[in-house]
């Protein structure tokens, strides 16, 4: 692994060009459900001594905080779902000093009142903000610290949007809980000690911690899986790797100082990192820099497809305008997943001409009799 994920990172950043001769690399590989590192890469230069930097290069994570910020919401299910609506508005913050905090979106655009997958699949930074700032940055900045990183965690709302330094190795410990499906699992290099004649003096087994937010973790993962369909990881399924069906996050840092990608398959988790380590601009985003890497080593290594768990989940349609449970027959339903017992209890019906359409497959002339 340690080998296919040095040729990962050569192939990628070969293929970037002027912008990949740059840049540097990192990569951190592990078992998707039970933590065992398989790879650390700390430099494209894999004979290069000294600096780490999958273990010691601490950069600003981007959006890829995101995805914890929704897993504290979704832990409340009788508030949050992922067809809850959220504003996606112009946030506008004084700051200590007097200046002001005025976030955009990557597209310099907002989009109104949103479902919370949706903004989460797009990245959308000011519906995250106003999702944190409801939920609380404090809940979201102590779940983080609940992983016991040994690094500060920033406590102002510009963490929600990852402004919080740590190594790719780091990161690679966050989202082994979302891999490990809710499940609390440290990271670990040993599996055991032998002595000379091959019998076990220790064994490092780890057991996974208890799994408070399983059901949100899914619900997560669920919406992480989108990002790589229709989200800003599309290129997974461009690829050829739409089979994994991976679930995944990119993340880019201010000015594009850092690009990043986290994401796993059913049996392998990988993070990410290229930037320069003199902090200038790369003038990559995560999809257009580190995700590379990451489809390069998937390429590489046995494909495991990734299925979510469906215990404590079910499927609804909703509205995807206002987020209420509806038909599946109407035009603007989508069938997504709830914490059971959590379904809208709202409904819209829609319009008996839309049924009708549904009923006859589209077509307006269609057999009369197939109405009811």
Known sequence: MQTLGEDAIDKALTALGKRGAAVDAALVVTGAKDGEVQ????????????????????????????????LVALAQPQRYSLATLIEDSTIDLPQPGGGRWQPQNDDHETHGNVMLIDALVHSWNLATIHLGMRVGVDRVRGFLESFRLGRDINPNPSLLLGAVDLSPYDVAQLYQYL?????????????GVLDAKGRPLTRYGVKPGAGDYVTATRLVTRAMQEVAISGTAHS?????LGNLRAAGKTGTSDTQRDSWFAGFSGSTL????????????TGLMGSTGALRVWIELMKRIPAVPLDVPKDGIELAYVNSESGNKTDAACSRSRELPF????????????????LKSFFRGGDDKGDATRDE
């Open 39 to 70: 790879a650390m890469i700390g430099s494209r230069d894999p004979d290069e001594p000294g600096f780490n930097r999958a273990l010691d290069a601490l950069r600003p994570i981007g959006s890829l905080v995101k995805p914890f910020v929704y």
């Open 179 to 191: 891999a490990a499906d809710g499940h609390a699992i440290p990271l670990r290099a040993l599996r």
């Open 236 to 240: 997974i399924l461009e690829s050829g």
């Open 270 to 281: 990988a993070v990410a990192w290229v930037g320069r380590d003199d902090n200038k601009p």
């Open 339 to 354: 914490a059971n017992g959590y379904t809208p209890e709202e409904v819209d019906h829609c319009p008996i001409d839309e």
